[in-house]
């Protein structure tokens, strides 16, 4: 499975050809994905683990400013909490990593192993609120997770540990819960669109495909160039459901005791295999400048007359860029090509790749080459500073917009089952008037392998006797629909 | 066991009476811990992570510039990688947490949760290690790790899980490896002194304390005000005990296959219980400014008649303190009288308190509060933005002082077990000529209860038939022994 570095020969097949080889060899070309001896278990390497750091910062920022504070709650919830909600429970149980020993000591009860923290958190809640004095009380832990899937892994998409945030709020008025659910959602929008480049379809899930315990399920919704649908990021509205199960009561203004309510809300690891599948090509990995541990790499053309001049200007142009903000990193290693430097340079998806020869030299210019559209630019040496960070800039919106076509191309309306057919097969994302009921979404899912992602808030009219698409029943929603991970 | 905030009310100990209850009452009161459901794990309340958050990014900067690279292990580590490096096992297998089940499914192999990463780290380093073109190897995770502790557990200082960064090295030769574990030593003393302002004793642990599976363990130690010591952190350099369990392997230069040699490091949040200890006071909290969530706040004295002109300057500080980067507080709630305003955040250990009352603004100034010294100052109000930043920077270095000198007056030079025994019943740390010999070590923990600490690596002479104070044998080495946790 594990591959080499010194091995490094690029992909051996090609994205539109083999998705799902494709996806396989580059994670590990790339050195972002190592297997580990754990099936279904993945170590993150360096070039992984920084833009999950990359995005950490950005929305630990954005929450931050918005009143959040971090804790850290702990890994092993005891199991007479984890089903305290009923609802809650049936969701993760068939998925619990259970913890039976200490040591030699089989212990008294046995412990999950969190797949999200709602229990033992909630738990907490209960005692720390009281009052409406004490509300909102609005938590987030950034932190691994595990849910023990036995369907097909794959690292990032779906992987029995991974690394996440979850934030956890209870507030005084179901309002002011539900004004917190659409601000989160608008922040991973922004971590999606600002970040990863990669445009998103915001809306509501269905009632068969909310969360264990909510009231409402939002979503952010990614479709992939397999004609794929995938689900980015989820903001709760879980009502006083939780509130009643852990007895989470404060008096009001008027001295009445009252449930909280509480939403829960996350964005994990899986963010970044979406954003992999939706850049890269068959050279590798394309990463949007914004998440590129390294922004710039300067490839020097080094002969030994004019070794010491070419490593001068090179290291001037790392000063110059640094001031600038850019990360940039100067490959002068003497026992690769620069043939050879450039592969694996693009298999790292590096945004841009400068090339520093004597003859540029004698011009005064370098050559840049885009990562994503291997555009080469012959640019004056004394005009580098400025011309890096704008093309940097104008990849990043690049990127997003070559996405975001793919996005508005597949989109198709549908209004019969016989269309929506047709067009999956066709890999496009559907968008159809629906009637929302669990029964008939069951009966869809089983018939076409896809299944609904989420309805926008912003709906077009419904026809006054508009008929479900799927089971002719009265539609009640615009809903998208689509082949999905 | 939980306190709630309406019922605080002060510490109804005293530090120098009963340590344990006042420590106990004072991470709850001041909102830094909450009890959980599973006997040993804590709940980090965002007063202590925010502490945590700052040694993150303190550290992080300190080794990424130092060229390490972080990155994310799995959780779980299979039994037949645990035991490949046998004294390791040894060390860690007493305490480890098991899982036997995902879900309803017995797996087939049961799964540790990490006490510790070395295994499952090398276990992929022997894959990626090939060439000295590979080395050096520095990589690190933040994560959490559990050991099932069967000993008295407390809060931050001994805990079933804890987080923690632990980096993992591998060098080409043992000469870098050495000096890595030296320089990673020192960006631990600077945790303790810049942020967490607590001096520490730097020194290499007896055989006996060693880390299970290294040659070498060096530590930092510190002398809490009831006569304890605390190891802080730890830097191990494994030699080459793993790199041939793991069979990491690399072709030198002279294309002569070698075995890599590995460090290990650690600082976990138990250092944020050693600071707490050292600096907090009967009153409870002390935060050095470097830590401290908010570094300053304003409690306005507020009569109905002067509320807006008072608060108006209120808000005139807060900005002006933002603008020079203090986190600034204002707490402008109706509810709480001054009074009990001034004790809640004595016991959150706030640095600085600023009162501003009318008669104040009539004297255009602001009383400040030193939480460590109670410290009164009146200061001008046009002088604030200069004189806080001051203050604070006083303080820190002010804390740093008072426990230096409590480490220094606590260090006694003994060459006798009866000189030995009375000081440490008088509370003191001692520092003796010892053979350093594991038994030696057995007995005298036996006879006095306490444990050797570390030697520093600047030696006095020994004599040259100088005998161990302990055992009479020869003597080898000077070294630190305390009661410690």
């Not at 409402?216 to 397999?226: A, D, K």
Request: charged share 30%.
């Amino acid at each position: 499975m594990a591959v080499k570095d010194k091995d490094l020969k690029g992909l051996t097949v090609k994205k539109a050809e083999d998705f799902s080889e494709w996806y396989t060899q580059l994670i590990q070309k790339a050195e972002l994905i190592e297997y580990s001896p754990v099936s279904g278990c993945y170590i993150l390497r360096p070039n992984a683990y920084h833009i999950w750091e990359k995005v950490q910062a950005y929305f630990d920022g954005l929450i931050k400013a918005d009143g959040v504070k971090n804790c850290y709650f702990p890994l092993f919830i005891p199991e007479s909490l984890l089903i305290k909600e009923k609802k809650h429970v049936e969701g993760f149980a068939p998925e619990v990593a259970w913890v039976d020993y200490g040591g030699d000591t089989k212990l008294g009860e046995r412990l999950a192993v969190r797949p999200t923290s709602e229990t033992i958190m909630y738990d907490a809640y209960a005692k720390w609120i009281r009052s409406h004095k004490d509300l909102p009380l609005r938590l987030n832990q950034w932190n691994n997770v595990v849910r023990w899937e036995f369907k097909h892994c794959t690292p990032f998409l779906r992987s029995r540990e991974f690394l996440w945030q979850e934030g956890h709020t209870a507030f005084a008025t179901q309002k002011e819960a539900h004004r917190e659910m659409y601000t989160i959602l608008d922040f991973y929008e922004k971590v999606f669109s600002e970040l990863y480049a990669v445009p998103i379809l915001k809306g509501r899930k269905s009632e068969a495909e909310k969360f264990a315990g909510a009231e409402i399920t939002l979503s952010v919704e990614s479709f992939l160039p397999n004609g794929k649908a995938i689900q980015g990021a989820t903001s709760h509205h879980l009502g006083q459901n939780f509130a009643k199960a852990f007895d989470i009561k404060f008096v009001d203004q008027n001295q009445k005791e009252q449930y909280a309510w509480q939403n829960s809300w996350g964005i994990s690891t899986r963010s970044i295999g979406v954003m992999i599948l939706m850049h890269s090509d068959d050279k590798g990995l394309v990463l949007p400048p914004k998440v590129a541990i390294t922004q710039a790499v300067i490839v020097p053309i080094l002969f030994d007359a004019t070794r010491d001049v070419v490593l001068k200007e090179a290291a001037a142009i790392v000063k110059k860029l640094e001031k600038k903000d850019i990360a940039v990193h100067l490959d002068d290693r003497d026992d690769y090509s620069p043939g050879w430097k450039f592969n694996e340079w693009e298999m790292k998806g590096i945004p841009l790749r400068i090339e520093l020869g004597p003859k540029d030299i004698e011009k005064k210019q370098a050559v840049v080459v885009r990562r994503d559209t291997g555009e080469k630019k012959f640019i004056s040496l004394d005009k580098l500073e400025m011309e890096i960070p704008t093309l940097l800039e104008t990849m990043q919106k690049d990127l997003y917009v070559k996405a975001l076509q793919l996005l508005k191309s597949s989109i198709v309306m549908v209004s019969t089952m016989k269309e929506a057919e047709k067009e999956l097969l066709a890999e496009k994302l559907i968008f159809a008037p629906w009637c929302g009921t669990p029964k008939c979404e069951e009966e869809f899912k089983e018939k076409t392998g896809a299944k609904s992602l989420n309805s926008p808030f912003e709906q077009p009219l419904l026809k006054k006797d508009q008929k479900c698409f799927a089971c002719g029943g009265k539609a009640a929603v615009w809903f998208y629909f689509g082949k999905s991970y």
